[in-house]
């Protein structure tokens, strides 16, 4: 089966750190491209990072640069997002997606063909 799932999400104190995975099954991410997105209450989904299969470039939100980064274990199929100094604002549900083309920027959101259920990160203040 073709599914990418989410995992890691939880309950952290603003300052702290959490690190999410996203497992591929079904396919190789040595050959698609993987995102991180995140989706507040009432807001639009933002992209948060991405990760090249070919070179392992990385592309980041402005909102989160300096404190997230994206990598990736081939051995594993998994793709992590460590997340530092977390912020209230960073609250949200996380997403992983894949996306065969191999964009040099942070894609958008329909460009990606497959998506996880997502894990919720929560961040008091």
């Known amino acids: 089966q073709v599914q990418l799932v989410e995992s890691g999400g939880g309950l952290v104190q603003a300052g702290q750190s959490l690190t999410l995975s996203c497992g591929a099954s079904g396919f190789t991410i040595q050959s698609w491209n993987i995102g991180w997105f995140r989706q507040a209450p009432g807001k639009a989904r933002e992209g948060v990072a991405y990760?090249?299969?070919?070179?392992?470039?990385?592309y980041y939100g402005n909102s989160v640069k300096g404190r997230f980064t994206i990598s990736k274990n081939n051995a594993k199929n998994t793709v992590y997002l460590q997340m530092n100094s977390l912020k209230p604002e960073d609250t949200a549900v996380y997403y992983c997606?894949?996306?065969?083309?191999?964009?040099?920027?942070?894609?958008?959101?329909?460009?990606?063909?497959?998506w996880g259920q997502g894990t919720q990160v929560t961040v008091s203040s």
């Open positions: 997606a894949r996306i065969y083309y191999d964009a040099t920027y942070l894609p958008n959101p329909n460009e990606y063909d497959l």
């Open positions: 990760i090249k299969s070919d070179d392992g470039s990385t």
